[in-house]
């Protein structure tokens, strides 16, 4: 099994075998998608996760201007044992609060959306859960995708995490069912044009020690990982 970044190819497992994952472990590892402008007018963001903790409110993805910590939107976010959750900033706070509670022993497939005029919305395996969000103009700061970073409320992400993916574009119900299947890579023929950023995860095939930071591009898209943990590992159980 190997991933490429490059041909957005991502060769995982099928159920029962194990599953090329990211390890994150909150000690500074992180993420960053180096996505600068055009700011989103809408956007999707997916990742099947699998979390280390259930003590903390953890940021699994958010979009900042300059570091984590200050000016921030754009969230998946896991509120310890209860809910999955969505958050989006268009002058005021919106969130979305999932149903399904994130375990320690089961992987979940987790999804946020939102769309200037539209509604803010979280998937978890495939259905929308909570109570959809109307918000107006989302915010346009930021310069970057972070994944597993902290924003100063919340704790970094502490868990297994598997082909994060962001697109430019609202996704249908439909097209995140469809992401939300356990099957050897994700169907990133799904709005493929706004497919913005693909991270499956890394094997020691493609060259690029894990344990320190690197940074590997795509197309004009820089990826790259910060922290001094290893990062990438098998997991026994999809």
Not at 42 to 70: F, H, N
Not at 113 to 135: F, I, P, T
Request: proline fraction near 5%; hydrophobic fraction near 35%; aromatic fraction near 14%.
């Amino acid at each position: 099994m190997r991933a490429s970044l490059r041909n957005y190819a991502f060769v995982a497992s099928t159920a029962g075998n194990p599953l090329l994952c990211y390890r994150m472990n909150r000690v500074a590892d992180r993420f960053s998608g180096g996505l600068a402008t055009p700011h989103p007018t809408e956007y999707t963001i997916a990742a099947w996760l699998k979390p280390g903790d259930l003590t903390y409110w953890q940021t699994i993805t958010v979009r900042s201007a300059g570091a984590p910590l200050s000016s921030y939107s754009h969230e998946l976010q896991q509120y310890g044992p209860q809910y999955w959750q969505a958050y989006t900033w268009d002058g005021a706070t919106h969130y979305v609060y999932g149903t399904t509670p994130p375990s320690l022993t089961t992987w979940h497939h987790v999804a946020t959306s939102c769309k200037n005029g539209d509604y803010l919305r979280l998937y978890v395996n495939g259905k929308e859960e909570g109570v959809k969000n109307a918000v107006g103009t989302l915010w346009n700061g930021g310069n970057d995708y972070w994944f597993g970073a902290a924003t100063g409320m919340t704790q970094y992400f502490d868990g297994y995490a598997a082909e994060w993916a962001i697109w430019s574009k609202q996704l249908t119900a439909d097209q995140i069912a469809a992401l939300a299947v356990k099957r050897i890579g994700i169907p990133w023929t799904i709005e493929q044009a706004s497919l913005i950023l693909y991270c499956p995860m890394h094997d020691a095939a493609d060259g690029v020690t894990k344990t320190t930071a690197w940074a590997e591009s795509v197309g004009s898209v820089t990826q790259s990982l910060g922290g001094n943990k290893a990062v990438g590992k098998r997991f026994p159980t999809w």
